[in-house]
C-alpha cells in the first residue's frame, strides 16, 4: 500500500521527511501519484496528475490512491484507498480527464472491516479487488456499470456502495446535530 507503508506507529504518519512518487501507464496515458512530505511530515502535499500524449488533463491535490485500475478500453479509470490521510477513498474519472465523481473517508461511511481513527479505513479487498468494467457502462458512458470486491468478498456495483456509504455519513452528522449545508438555509 502507498501510504500505509510510512506509518510509524500504529495509527500516526511517519515523521520521515520524505518524496514518493509511482508512475502507471495505460498506452497514451501517463497517471502520476505523488506524496511529498520533505518541507512538513505533518501537512504534506498529496497530488494525482494525469497526461494524454503528453499533455496535461488532470491536477488534483490531496488526494492519492492506493492502487489505479483502468477499464479495458483505457477510456475509464478507477482509483481506490483503505487509507484514511488524506481521506480520499475513490475516484472514477476518464482519459479526458474529467472526474465522474470522487468519495473521501470521513464525508462517506463505508461499511469498513477494519478502522483506526487516522490511517486505517479497510472498505474493499486491498488484495484483490477485482475491478470490472460491465460492457455497457463502456459503451453508454454510465459509471452504475462499475463493481469490485469489498474487504468481506462479496461483489458490489461501486456508485451503489458510495452512495450508501455517504448517505450512511449524512445521517450520522445530522444525528450528531452537525446537518447539511442546504438544512441549515432558511426559506425566505
Not at 66 to 81: A, C, K, T
Amino acid at each position: 500500500m502507498f501510504l500505509l507503508a510510512g506509518i510509524a506507529n500504529a495509527d500516526m504518519p511517519s515523521m520521515e521527511r520524505t518524496f514518493k512518487k509511482k508512475d502507471y501507464v495505460f498506452g497514451s496515458v501517463k497517471i502520476t501519484q505523488s506524496f511529498d512530505s520533505r518541507k512538513d511530515p505533518m501537512s504534506p502535499e498529496f497530488k494525482l496528475k494525469m497526461w494524454e500524449k503528453g499533455r496535461l488533463l488532470l491536477s488534483l491535490n490531496d488526494m492519492i490512491f492506493d492502487d489505479i485500475y483502468p477499464s479495458p478500453d483505457r477510456e475509464m479509470f478507477v482509483g481506490l484507498s483503505n487509507s484514511g490521510w488524506p481521506g480520499s477513498a475513490v475516484i472514477v474519472f476518464d482519459r479526458r480527464g474529467r472526474v465522474w465523481f470522487t468519495a473521501n473517508h470521513g464525508m462517506s461511511e463505508f461499511d469498513y472491516c477494519a478502522e483506526t481513527s487516522t490511517m486505517l479505513k479497510e472498505w474493499y479487498d486491498g488484495k484483490d479487488p477485482g475491478v470490472q468494467f460491465q460492457e455497457r457502462m463502456l459503451a453508454a458512458d454510465d459509471i452504475l456499470g462499475i463493481s469490485l470486491r469489498t474487504c468481506k468478498g462479496e461483489r458490489v456495483n461501486l456508485w451503489g456502495v458510495v452512495a450508501r456509504a455517504t448517505e450512511k455519513a449524512r445521517t450520522q452528522r445530522r444525528a450528531a446535530g452537525w446537518g447539511d449545508r442546504a438544512d441549515n438555509r432558511k426559506d425566505d
